[in-house]
């Protein structure tokens, strides 16, 4: 970038506003040196970023601050083909016979419109949509009741954890508002982050299904770290993915 755009404050603040749009966090010290401005100069970025709520300052630097996801009713109305190409990637997981946790949330829910009847199976979940379509299909489906969150469309609560963790689940197939490999899973809504915390807690292996705008995103509520997940199905680009996968976590590549 050219020496007068460095020193234009609108410049500056235009290519940190974009970094902050992707994700990524902005360091201090790593700034000052880029832009060859002194740390007072970056200070005054990061302030006027703050002040219209795309970053919060924190020591060192800035985090971004994430919107939150559209509710799943709008999210419903809308076409998705990264959403579709996941859930095909995932339908190998699944075998007949197996317990199944179901999340909510788009992806989940065209997983649960192309699974094939699992008569020797049972399908556990949250999300009354997922449970229609698996039911629909001719698996035994348990449904878990509780107050309706509007963001992923599933029953949260303490009697919905409670109901989730007294199931021995083979697999758990979990939506995301975000995954980042220092973060892990996370959640926008609080009760729906512990509900999901709950579904990995009970189930022998947990895979997450996201599309690639969530990848590297860091909701407001973790989950579960990376490490206490199994798999990543995504369409994310394995660039996109590599620092998850040093943490152990397996990637499959829509």
């Known amino acids: 970038m050219a020496e007068l755009d460095l020193n234009s404050p609108e410049a500056r603040q235009a290519m940190l506003e974009a970094r902050a749009g992707e994700g990524a966090s902005l360091s201090l010290p790593a700034l000052v040196a880029e832009f060859r401005v002194s740390p007072d100069t970056v200070r005054r970025d990061l302030l ?27 999210r419903m109305r809308s076409d998705d083909a990264a959403a579709e190409a996941v859930a095909v990637a995932a339908l190998s997981l699944v075998e007949d016979g197996m317990v199944l946790m179901l999340d909510g949330g788009t992806t989940v829910l065209r997983l649960a419109r192309a699974l094939p009847a699992l008569p020797r ?7 009354p949509a997922v ?16 107050r309706l ?6 029953a949260v609560g303490r009697s919905a954890e409670q109901a989730v963790g007294a199931v021995a689940a083979d697999l758990a197939l979990m939506g995301a508002c975000g995954i980042e490999a220092g ?6 809504d609080a009760d729906e982050a512990a509900l999901k915390a709950a579904m990995v807690a009970a189930s022998a292996m947990s895979a997450v299904l996201t599309g690639a705008a969530k990848v590297g995103r860091r909701a407001r509520h973790r989950v579960a770290e ?4 199994d798999l990543l199905v995504t369409d994310a680009t394995p660039e996109q993915t590599a620092e998850m996968e040093e943490t152990g976590l397996e990637i499959r590549h829509a």
């Not at 973060?183 to 926008?188: H, I, K, N, Q, V």
């Not at 990376?226 to 997940?229: D, G, N, P, S, V």
Request: a positive charge.
């Open 183 to 188: 973060f892990g899973l996370s959640a926008d």
């Open 131 to 146: 449970a229609m379509a698996t039911l629909a299909a001719g698996t035994p489906t348990h449904l878990i009741g509780g």
């Open 121 to 127: 199976g049972l399908v556990v979940t949250p999300a």
């Open 226 to 229: 990376c490490a206490a997940l």
């Open 48 to 74: 006027a970023l703050e002040a219209r709520g795309i970053v919060r300052r924190v020591r060192g630097g800035a985090l971004p601050v994430m919107r939150m996801v559209a509710p799943m009713a709008t």
């Open 149 to 154: 969150s509007p963001f992923g469309g599933v």
